[in-house]
């Protein structure tokens, strides 16, 4: 298919490949041993997906991702997938593994992706993860139901984090190592994990700042303690505005918001926690 054929012969003009999809796509297998739909990338890509949707059907039944990144950029514009496999990739990210790259998620929708590991939807491991107007939705992983980002930067605006469930940390996003994290104007709603039930950050290293604005936090449920957000970090700076955090529910020590190591910077302004249930 058109995906397939570009990402083949990638960098073959110097530029940066673009793909604009013209119908909805069905991936089937994997390209190869290294659990990828397609053959890893290594050059600046960007994929336009124009609303139509890219589903993984499995009909050999073993699971596979579709994109690993490494050293390079990465852009997904309006680009709709969901994994129709129902089969647990056995590797970090379910849908998409980066090292060392910048990807850009404009759009987007991803639904039902599934990792043994980490991170249900996307891993990440250095750089930068930027996401606008996306919406991550079902998918289920050990730590980070929808993401799992270490050593990079997250800026995350508009978008919805809803019925992602982690079998440990962070129902919807974990962050590790030296992470900075941006969450403007965005939604988590309904997700579920032992730790951190909507985010799970610190640990693994000099933490940076997470900074959550304009955002609502609502129904999303822990079974030990961070109903919504647990910053585990020994240092780091978490600052939130402007936001709502309702009725979560943490079944352990806090429902709202957890400093388990008490050792960060926290300032909370013009904020709202209202109906949390520990």
């Known amino acids: ?49 124009n609303g139509f949707t890219v589903a993984m059907d499995n ?33 970090d990210g379910g849908f998409l593994k980066a090292t060392n790259s910048v990807i850009t998620i404009l759009q987007s929708s991803f639904d039902g992706y599934r990792s043994e590991v980490n991170g249900g939807v996307i891993y990440q491991d250095g750089t930068k993860l930027t996401i606008r107007g996306s919406e991550f939705i079902g998918n289920l992983s050990s730590n980070g139901g929808a993401i799992f980002i270490k050593n990079a930067s997250l800026l995350v605006t508009s978008s919805l984090f809803s019925i992602n469930n982690a079998w440990q940390h962070g129902g919807a996003i974990v962050t590790r190592g030296e992470t900075a994290i941006s969450i403007d104007s965005s939604i988590f709603e309904h997700n579920t994990s032992y730790y ?50 309702w009725e979560n529910i943490g079944s352990g020590e806090s429902a709202g918001f957890e400093n388990s190591d008490g050792l960060a910077k926290i300032t909370v302004t013009n904020s709202t926690f209202s109906g949390n249930i520990s």
């Open 1 to 49: 298919d058109e995906v397939d054929h570009v990402v083949d012969r990638q960098g073959g003009g110097g530029a940066a490949d673009v793909i604009v999809l013209n119908q909805n796509e069905t991936i089937t297998s994997e390209y190869n041993s290294s659990g990828n739909a397609f053959p890893l990338i290594t050059t600046p890509m960007t994929i336009r997906g």
């Open 59 to 91: 009909q050999t039944n073993d699971p596979f991702r579709l994109f690993e990144v490494l050293n390079t950029t990465f852009t997904l514009e309006r680009f709709d997938t969901i994994d129709h496999t129902l089969t647990i990739n056995e590797d």
């Open 196 to 245: 951190g039930s909507a985010i799970d950050g610190g640990l693994e290293g000099n933490q940076k700042k997470m900074t959550i604005n304009s955002s609502e936090f609502r129904y999303n449920h822990s079974f030990e303690w961070g109903g919504t957000v647990t910053w585990r970090g020994w240092d780091g700076e978490v600052e939130i505005k402007n936001s709502t955090f």
